[in-house]
RNA sequence: GGGGAGUUGCCCGAGUGGCCAAUGGGAACAGACUGUAAAUCUGUCGGCGAACGCCUUCGGAGGUUCGAAUCCUCCACUCCCCA
């Protein structure tokens, strides 16, 4: 492959290449390139949005070069100031342990594990001392950090900004130093960061990486960057009908985008679909999105699944078993409201009579209007509750 | 170090002694319509209770009062101006 070929494979999905040039150069040089990406573990899904990155990544991989993920359990103590109008909260040890498992097992559904290198950021940036600190500081100005979009829109609204959040920038910076990365990807909001990094590389006489931006992906509300903080994410590893129906949900108005970062289909045919029928182009790429997390078969059935349960609004057949707890029989007899709050269903009793009194909730397909309605409990048994859209339990009387 | 302003429910924000579980907006959730889209309309939106009601909430701790989100004291935190 061309150094042509292999900058047009790469330039795909990306907004920004600081600079092309730069990458040419070291595509020629033939050996393999080390692709640096920083990994929150404040969180413990790789959602849609994230995998837009990593799939760029795999693209990498593809030409042979290595991916260097950096699990960023050091700076998770301070927290990504990225976008963000608040300081935010810093997770404990425990954690950070706990998340990194979890994403590590899920990266590998897009990541080439041979050609993968993990490395933690704490090992170096947590050994360092105070005099290692100032020193790396004193490589950086005050105002080229407040030149950041996020501190001089918090400075101008009067919005606190704490020290430590200002190092935020110099310590990922000073990863692509340890790390000796050719490449840095990130998603857009990660430019300055990552830009960083390039300066503080020249000052310990490295040549700098490459900066590769990514679009972000717009979340399930059709709002927000897709993250987890805000719930209106997909993660991969969602069940093939959560990843389905979540898809469904997003607004028309994404479907461009969404077809151009969550899958392979090319651009023109995916455009022509959404202008023929917006419908049947999301139902397309919510197939395309289940068949590359899980498989084109469960994306068929994910697919009959939405059609009988949401389009056609048959009765439900299949779900979760959820036994019914014994001390909320009395006498036989089970206090619906009270059921579906103790199954989680609701977050009150008081949340639940309300579900049942706007007509929420079903058992059987059949609505139950009562909000006291109390039933008996072996009646229940093997019946199918269904509270608001998308909730349903398969009853389950415990003998 | 000195002076000033502020901290209210998921968010913004009103409330300055009883009519305050606390106006309004946004978000969220549910229903109708539909394509689990958009737009629109309706309802819900601290907890418990069938209900009169009860309990917890307005940065934290005390106090005044028959009664406090509202007044006083101390503490914590934030912002602004000056140095």
Wanted: charged letters at 25%.
């Amino acid at each position: 492959m061309t150094v042509e070929e292999q900058l047009a494979l790469l330039r795909r999905g990306t907004t920004e290449i600081i600079s092309e040039a730069d990458l040419a150069e070291k595509l020629k040089s033939g050996k393999p390139l080390r692709v640096k990406l920083g990994v929150d573990p404040t969180v413990a899904h790789v959602t849609l949005g994230w995998a837009v990155v990593l799939r760029k990544l795999r693209d990498f991989q593809k030409l042979g070069h290595t991916a260097v993920l950096i699990i960023g359990d050091f700076t998770a103590q301070i927290g990504d100031p990225s976008g963000k109008s608040k300081t935010r909260p810093q997770l404990s040890h425990d954690e950070v342990v706990r998340n990194v498992e979890a994403v590590s097992k899920q990266v590998y559904k897009i990541l080439d594990p041979a050609l993968t290198e993990i490395t933690y950021n704490a090992d170096w940036l947590g050994t360092m001392t105070f005099v290692d600190v100032i020193k790396l500081c004193s490589k950086y100005t005050v105002a080229r950090i407040m030149e950041r979009d996020d501190f001089t829109n918090r400075w101008n609204e009067h919005r606190p900004i704490a020290m430590h959040e200002i190092l935020y920038p110099l310590c990922q910076g000073y990863d692509s130093v340890m790390v000796n990365s050719d490449v840095e990807l990130g998603g857009t909001d990660q430019k300055f960061n990552n830009l960083v990094g390039r300066d503080l590389m020249q000052h310990w006489g490295q040549e700098p990486q490459v900066v590769m931006l990514c679009p972000l992906l717009i979340g399930t509300d059709g709002k927000e960057k897709m993250s987890q903080s805000l719930g209106n994410y997909i993660s991969v590893v969602d069940s093939p009908n959560d990843m389905y129906g979540k898809t469904m949900s997003i607004p028309d108005e994404l479907l461009d985008n969404w077809f151009e970062l969550c899958t392979d289909v090319p651009m023109a045919e995916a455009r022509q679909a959404i202008m023929s029928n917006p419908y049947e182009a999301k139902k397309r790429l919510a197939r395309e999105i289940v068949g590359l997390y899980h498989s084109v078969e469960e994306a068929e059935m994910a697919d009959q699944f939405f059609k009988e349960t949401f389009s056609q609004r048959q009765q439900v057949v299949e779900a979760e078993d959820a036994a019914i707890p014994h001390d909320l029989i009395a006498d036989g007899v089970v206090a619906l409201a009270n059921l579906i709050a103790s199954l989680g269903l609701a977050k009150s009793n008081g949340a639940a009579r309300d579900l049942i009194k706007a007509g929420a909730v079903s058992l059987d397909a059949e609505k139950v209007m009562d909000p006291f309605a109390k039933l008996q409990a072996i009646e229940l048994d093997g019946k199918i509750l269904r509270v608001g859209r998308h909730q349903f339990r398969t009853l389950r009387l415990a003998r």
